[in-house]
């Protein structure tokens, strides 16, 4: 059975920091991207960054771009999404994601939540101001 499971969220002031992570079990990923999402209570959920399991291909939306950092561990099978400076606005749950298709299958790069199929139970961040 896939399991993605997120971990590492939490409450932290503005211009903090927090280390997202998503371990997956039950098989690999290696050929797929792998994604995050949140989505704000009353919104919809958003693409915020993804990456091929090898680390290339790199993409993240522009509400994050140079705060967020998305990574990949193999040998632990897990996904990172580091988050730095902060700000209310980016309060959310945060989801973790699996790609349907394998890389070399899909064109572009993926960032609609409906081209994922694998997803976790998500975890919470919540920035004060």
């Known amino acids: 059975q896939v399991q993605l499971v997120e971990s590492g969220g939490g409450l932290v002031q503005a211009g903090g920091s927090l280390r997202l992570s998503c371990a997956v079990s039950?098989?690999?990923?290696?050929?797929?991207?792998m994604g995050w999402f949140r989505q704000a209570p009353g919104k919809e959920r958003e693409f915020v960054a993804t990456i091929r399991w090898s680390g290339n291909n790199i993409n993240y939306a522009d509400s994050v771009k140079g705060r967020f950092t998305i990574s990949t561990d193999n040998a632990k099978n897990t996904v990172y999404l580091q988050m730095n400076s902060l700000k209310p606005e980016d309060t959310a749950v945060y989801y973790c994601a699996a790609d349907l298709r394998p890389s070399a299958l899909r064109p572009g790069v993926p960032k609609q939540a409906a081209e994922y199929g694998y997803w976790g139970q998500g975890t919470q961040v919540t920035v004060s101001s």
């Open positions: 039950g098989r690999t990923f290696s050929s797929y991207h």
